[in-house]
């Protein structure tokens, strides 16, 4: 035991004290020299200065980024919706129907004398031929007549006809609507002899005179415009034949 007390006595001896705790250590510097420093005082504005040698850094661009001018701009959504219903044409003349032009037209049926305007007879106006059928038909109803049917289906087969007839005799040509509203408007005198057959019978003398003298009138006023509308100049007399012809089987309904 005295052995192992001896050897265990030289193994721990050094040199090394408990005092010294408190000092540096294994050759390591005070910590807090090191340490000591906090992180506010820590001077960030040291500027980097680079080696002779090497590349400096670039400076920030401080120009103006080019920036094309925009080719195309864009209306604001509500242009469209600036302008008012009183700048709009109205509902009436949008469907063409011009109350205007269907007087004038009246008038120069009415009156086989006067000088048509080609310009205004040029015009595709189906509103008033539709009326004076119907007011047709309905004449013809107060006589006991139902002949609606009759009266759409001759005119549209004579304004066919006339179509076809007046494209081969004309230098111009003329459009179907054309046709049908000459046709159209030139059967008011028609409504006059249905009118006088609710009144008296036209199985007369008086009768026959009048169906004649309305079947010339309503020609007459339809080759007339026929003529100024296609520059048709000499060849009237031409152009009311077939129109007779059209006007005479509407004067038989009338009659019979």
């Keep these: 035991m005295s052995g192992f007390d001896n050897f265990n006595t030289d193994f721990y001896q050094s040199s090394y004290n408990v005092d010294d705790q408190s000092q540096a250590g294994y050759g390591y ?26 590349m400096q850094p670039q400076q920030p661009y401080t120009g103006q980024i080019y920036q094309p001018p925009p080719t195309y701009t864009p209306a604001p959504p509500q242009s469209m919706y600036t302008s008012s219903f009183e700048d709009e044409p109205p509902l009436l003349e949008e469907l063409g129907i011009n109350f205007d032009h269907i007087w004038q037209k009246t ?39 139902i002949q609606f049917g009759y009266v759409y289906g001759i005119s549209a087969i004579g304004c066919l006809g006339m179509y ?4 081969l005799m004309s230098m111009t040509g003329v459009s179907f609507g054309c046709v049908a509203s000459v046709l159209g408007y030139c059967l008011l005198p028609m409504i006059l002899l249905s009118s006088f057959g609710v009144v008296f019978s036209l199985q007369g003398m008086l009768g026959i005179i009048l169906t004649a003298t309305i079947i010339g009138w309503c020609s007459f006023s339809a080759s007339k415009i026929f003529i100024s509308a296609l520059a048709m100049d000499g060849q009237q007399l031409l152009v009311a034949y077939p129109c007779a012809l059209l006007y005479g089987v509407f004067a038989l309904i009338s009659v019979f």
């Excluded at 205004?120 to 119907?134: H, K, R, S, Y």
């Excluded at 076809?164 to 494209?167: E, H, M, V």
């Design 164 to 167: 076809c007839l007046l494209n």
């Design 29 to 54: 510097s005070n910590p807090e020299d090191q340490y000591n420093k906090q992180f506010g005082q820590y001077d960030y504005q040291q500027q980097y200065s680079a080696p002779p040698g090497m």
């Design 107 to 145: 008038l120069t049926v009415l009156h086989p004398l006067k000088a048509a305007d080609g310009s205004i007879m040029n015009e595709t106006d189906l509103a008033g031929p539709m009326v004076f059928c119907l007011a047709f038909g309905a004449t013809l109803l107060f006589t006991g007549k």
